[in-house]
């Protein structure tokens, strides 16, 4: 986010006007008198207290689905951040959407979060996915499988992975 530069006090300037929104930063940064010593004290504060929300918007944004959804259940903090910002989900939903785009729509349709779209139609998006690429093409029989190749997919959607596999 910001480069260290070389003089301690032009760090401690520099992390002022950085952090200049949060009270508590800003108190503790107004008793250091150098740089090592807000880097020695910063170490047991958490990023979300001590950055500004769009900057920790930022940075869950760069996360998978799965670390997104581990940061949720990190702390208070970070759940209620990544709970309260539909933003944060709309890009994994949209991914998922590649593979089901009608239920995708649909659920957005009636006014459904892109969270609640998401969790509506991960796994079918998976499965979906899963049996549209062949990954299931030489199974043989209902015992070869995986307990998670399952989920209840409607006509349309057999019927594309009907035509995906006669066209292998």
């Given at each position: 986010?910001?480069?260290?530069?070389?003089?301690?006090?032009?760090?401690?300037?520099?992390?002022?006007?950085?952090?200049?929104?949060?009270?508590?930063?800003?108190?503790?940064?107004?008793?250091?008198?150098?740089?090592?010593?807000?880097?020695?004290?910063?170490?047991?504060?958490?990023?979300?207290?001590?950055?500004?929300?769009?900057?920790?918007?930022?940075?869950?944004?760069?996360?998978?689905?799965?670390?997104?959804?581990?940061?949720?259940?990190?702390?208070?903090?970070?759940?209620?951040?990544?709970?309260?910002?539909?933003?944060?989900?709309?890009?994994?939903?949209?991914?998922?959407?590649?593979?089901?785009?009608?239920?995708?729509?649909?659920?957005?349709?009636?006014?459904?979060s892109w969270k609640?779209?998401?969790?509506?139609?991960?796994?079918?998006?998976?499965?979906?996915?899963?049996?549209?690429?062949?990954?299931?093409?030489?199974?043989?029989?209902?015992?070869?499988?995986?307990?998670?190749?399952?989920?209840p997919l409607d006509?349309?959607?057999?019927?594309?992975?009907?035509?995906?596999?006669?066209?292998?």
């Open positions: 986010m910001f480069t260290i530069l070389n003089s301690g006090a032009l760090e401690l300037e520099m992390m002022k006007k950085i952090y200049k929104k949060n009270k508590n930063t800003w108190d503790f940064l107004e008793d250091s008198t150098n740089f090592s010593d807000v880097k020695n004290r910063r170490l047991g504060y958490d990023f979300v207290e001590i950055l500004p929300p769009e900057i920790s918007l930022q940075i869950f944004c760069q996360l998978d689905l799965k670390s997104l959804c581990n940061a949720a259940v990190t702390c208070q903090a970070w759940n209620h951040i990544i709970e309260n910002c539909d933003q944060l989900w709309r890009n994994h939903c949209m991914t998922v959407r590649t593979i089901c785009q009608k239920e995708i729509d649909g659920d957005r349709g009636v006014g459904y609640v779209t998401l969790v509506r139609n991960y796994r079918k998006g998976y499965v979906k996915k899963q049996w549209l690429s062949g990954r299931y093409s030489n199974i043989l029989s209902s015992t070869e499988l995986p307990a998670k190749s399952m989920y006509a349309e959607t057999w019927g594309e992975i009907l035509e995906a596999e006669l066209e292998r």
